[in-house]
C-alpha cells in the first residue's frame, strides 16, 4: 500500500472518529471569505472550544459512510469546512450562525448533532438556544422562584404584623 492511500485513510478514520465522539458537528461553505473574517471565524470557534478544518469532500464522503451519516453526502457540494465540539453541543451551530449573520459569505449547510444528522433548519434552531452554563443558569432560577416568593409573602406577613402592633 502507498504511503498516499495510508495517508488518506488515516484523514477518513480521524474524520470519522471525530463524528463519533463530537457532540456536534456543523458544516460550512466558507467561500467568499477572506483572510481576515477566517482568522476572526477561527479565533471565535477556538474560544468556544470548537475544532474547525477543511476537509476534501471525498473524505468527509467515506468518513460518513464509515459512521452511516451517509445523509450529509447532499450538502457535500463545493468547499467544505467542518466545525467539531466534544463538549458543548449548541457551541458550533451558535457561533457559526452569529458570524453568518454578520457576515453573508459564510453558508450554514447542515450538521450532526449527538450521532444524527441535523438540517439546516435544527441548526439554526440550536443556535438559537442558550449553552450548558445558560440552562443550568435557568433551570436553578425555576427552582428558586417558589422559595423566593414564600421567603417575600413570609416577610409581608411580618411587616404587617409589626405595624398592626405598633
Known amino acids: 500500500m502507498s504511503k498516499v492511500i495510508e495517508q488518506k485513510q488515516q484523514v477518513v478514520s480521524e474524520i470519522a472518529d471525530k463524528f463519533r465522539n463530537s457532540k456536534s458537528a456543523v458544516l460550512v461553505d466558507y467561500r467568499g471569505l477572506n483572510v481576515a473574517e477566517s482568522t476572526e471565524l477561527r479565533t ?3 474560544e468556544a472550544g470548537v ?23 447532499e450538502v457535500l457540494v463545493g468547499p467544505t469546512a467542518l466545525a467539531f465540539s466534544n ?8 457561533v457559526l450562525n452569529n458570524f453568518a449573520k454578520e457576515h453573508t459569505a459564510l453558508e450554514i449547510k447542515g450538521g450532526v448533532v449527538e450521532g444524527e444528522v ?15 452554563e445558560g440552562l443550568v ?21 411580618a411587616d404587617q404584623k409589626e405595624e398592626e402592633s405598633a
Open 44 to 46: 471565535q470557534l477556538r
Open 137 to 157: 443558569s435557568m433551570f436553578l432560577s425555576v427552582l428558586q422562584a417558589p422559595i423566593r416568593n414564600f421567603a417575600y409573602a413570609t416577610q409581608a406577613v
Open 87 to 94: 463538549e458543548d453541543v449548541v457551541a458550533p451551530a451558535k
Open 51 to 73: 475544532e474547525f478544518k477543511i476537509y476534501k469532500n471525498t473524505m468527509v464522503r467515506r468518513a460518513t459512510a464509515e459512521t452511516e451519516l451517509t445523509e450529509l453526502d
Open 118 to 132: 441535523a438540517t439546516l433548519e435544527q441548526i439554526k434552531d440550536l443556535a438559537d438556544l442558550p449553552n450548558y
